[in-house]
DNA sequence: GAAAGTATGTTGTTATAACAACATTTTTGA
DNA sequence: TCAAAAATGTTGTTATAACAACATACTTTC
């Protein structure tokens, strides 16, 4: 196992590659070889390991009630997945992951991990959740109003916020962008181009802004 | 403080009074009055304290982009809000939080109790981190089909498994559950009636069955 | 730099949800 | 037990999004 680069990932931050064999040692983690197209996870299964992608890469999928299947995301090196449903303790998942290409995938039982007593690694696990729990927050937000414009307007807002003026990048495709709102491309593009026209916002391919401001009170 | 109830919670749950005291002295722990209707956390702030109320309750509120202000959650005695924000560090919070009525407030410094190096609390933390986690996807899941419709069977293909047989009891008012599902209330009862008509569902009140299962494959 | 492929924008049509207003049922509490 | 209030269901109208099909622009890559 290369624990020169394990260490280096995000969750063992803090860690040595020594410190780091010793808690997988004491963890029995373990690896194991994905072909492509190959199961990690199995939808609805349940699982009480946390998953690292070592090699290679990972997507995570889930098919709608009439079985067409979308990918929530991709996992890559270093990343990680599945460690919600570890902690959660006995949830049956609501995606399956599925080795994108040859990958190496590193098993983690969570449950000998809490017994290793190791407080950076789970101080390393308790920021990552937190982390993805406000994007998770964040993604409810901007996706709950019930028009594309509210959608558009809320997810700018927090773009406009993060980047301290009214001006900002969209780290996504439009077809992303869409897919992130949960609305039809087109209609996005065609939105877009409303609120341009009305003088809302102004663009140049991922370059916006946004030229009204959020209304507080009343 | 009421050491008593506190080490009662989910958030000590393993952690005698003593040691409940022992942790909270080391942190700094502390408790604030808050009355009807006052501020406990700024929309738009930054927090390194995790919240419990003790006393009373809180409404966690957010204003949509033209200010009209929506009821996210409520939270009662012995529940906790904005730790997501603490163990993140830095991330400007996007929803404010009110004392729905004269509530006491026990506030914990996340930095001040991670160095306190308590296992158990950091465990109990991580669960419940991950508990929210996978209810934010859960809620993700189910309102990112774009119809009604499809938002209704992801919904009660949860419950229905969840339940293990075809019939389960929604756990909200019509209402509720419209605010749930991000859609509104007569168009979700109008819905529902329809996919009775056509067989779909049954139901009587709040329990419901489903007479179909998801499509997997092809 | 031409051709193919991909991403984005446009437009018209259709399906669906929001909204509003009201009817009916259920719950509450005096 | 009755009246009032709250929740739920119904229906018609209007606003909006999805969808489909195509036009245009940008990006590979050979």
Redesign the interface.
């Given at each position: 196992m290369d624990y020169e680069f394990i260490s280096g990932t995000e969750l063992f931050s803090g860690l040595s590659a020594e410190e780091t064999r010793e808690i997988l040692n004491i963890s029995y983690a373990y690896t194991k070889l994905f072909g492509k197209e190959e199961t990690v996870f199995e939808?609805?299964s349940v699982t009480s390991c946390a998953a690292m992608v070592l090699c290679g890469s990972v997507r995570v999928e889930?098919?709608?009630?009439?079985?067409t299947v979308s990918i929530i995301s991709t996992i890559g090196p270093g990343e990680m997945f599945a460690?919600?449903?570890?902690?959660?303790?006995g949830?049956?998942m609501?995606v399956s992951a599925v080795a994108a290409e040859e990958s190496e995938i590193l098993f983690i039982d969570t449950e000998a991990l809490?017994e290793s007593?190791n407080?950076t690694i789970?101080?390393n696990?308790?920021?990552d959740?937190?982390?993805?729990?406000?994007r998770?927050?964040?993604?409810?937000?901007h996706?709950?109003?019930?028009t594309i414009r509210?959608r558009v307007?809320?997810y700018f807002?927090?773009l406009s916020?993060n980047a301290g003026g009214n001006e900002f990048i969209v780290p996504f495709s439009r077809s992303r962008m869409a897919e992130y709102l949960?609305?039809?491309r087109s209609a996005l593009s065609a939105e877009l181009s409303k609120m341009r026209r009305e003088g809302i916002i102004e663009f140049e391919k991922n370059r916006f802004r946004l030229m009204v401001s959020?209304?507080?009170?009343?």
């Open positions: 939808l609805g889930r098919p709608d009630f009439y079985g460690e919600a449903y570890a902690f959660a303790h949830e049956k609501m809490l007593g407080i789970l101080k696990f308790l920021k959740a937190s982390m993805k729990n406000l998770l927050s964040r993604k409810i937000v996706t709950s109003p019930k509210g307007l809320e807002a927090y916020q949960s609305v039809d959020r209304r507080v009170l009343t």
